[in-house]
């Protein structure tokens, strides 16, 4: 079974108003890019070539415009409307016939993953198919997150969201790996007192069944929440330094295509022929 993918790309983006009133948060850059580049550069390098985006009725057509059917860049992309902000697992219930009782990962539209390694483990946590995989961060702030309980083997305890008294510093990502049942087990979840089927709920599904493994990202990963005008601002930052210091791009969707042999030098070529610009620029160089 091939895994699925599930960019959650919807939200008002109310904490970034007015910068959200008439355009998706996701489609806001990140320095030198449009902040979904980021999730969707996780997702290729993880291994995942058929991706459902899911966003808001206003603004789908505007990701449709910007990412087309995926062929750019190797990979098949797909688009579904989510009506109102359901919480996260809907997105298991929207996205259930994409899905279509394969394996899938979720991850969060403004969600910036990055670090030496990060591949080789999302990759081992792709391969396992039989087993949800939550990634967890240590943060001096747990309070504000979701807070992983676990043993001295890494097993999973419990899940409390935004505790007063967290139990631990690690908190769980916005990246998610499940099994063929989570379709199944979003639609049997109750809407918490804010309305919304949340992604905690579901994860304590996981945990009761005992199917569900914790991969910690160590102090070597970056993990960025872009969800404020001073994460975006940040986070931006950040990309800048990082790009400038090392003379290369991060999470260009074509780049990897290129490396992982999902289109041609002479495809790569092709679809730059008319672009033009800093970030097309360094992508010529890359041939």
Known sequence: ?????????????????PSTKS?????????????????????MKAGISEVLIIST??????????????????????YEVQDYPGGLAQAFIIGESFIDSNPCCLILGDNIFLGAGLEELLISANNDTKNATIFSYRVSNPSRFGVIEFDE?????????????????????????????VSKLAKELSPSPRGELEITDLNLKYIERGNIRLKKMSSGFTWL?????????????????????????????????????????EEFENNLKDASGDYAEYLKTLL
């Open 23 to 43: 355009i998706s948060k996701q489609l806001v850059p990140i320095y030198d890019k449009p902040m979904i580049y980021y999730p969707l550069s996780t997702m």
């Open 57 to 78: 009725p206003d603004h789908i057509s505007l990701f449709q415009n910007l990412l087309g059917d995926g062929s750019q860049f190797g990979i098949n992309l797909y």
């Open 225 to 265: 929440d872009t969800g404020t005008p001073e994460s975006m601002m940040e986070a931006s930052n950040f990309i800048y330094t990082l790009e400038k210091r090392q003379g290369r791009k991060i999470s260009c969707p074509e780049e990897i295509a290129l490396q992982k042999g999902l289109i041609s030098k």
């Open 1 to 17: 079974m091939n895994r699925k993918g599930i960019i959650l790309a919807g939200g008002s983006g109310s904490r970034l108003f």
């Open 153 to 181: 083997n890494d097993n999973i305890l419990g899940i409390e969201e935004k505790p007063k008294d967290p139990r631990s510093n690690y908190v769980v990502t916005g990246i998610y790996f499940y099994d063929s049942n």
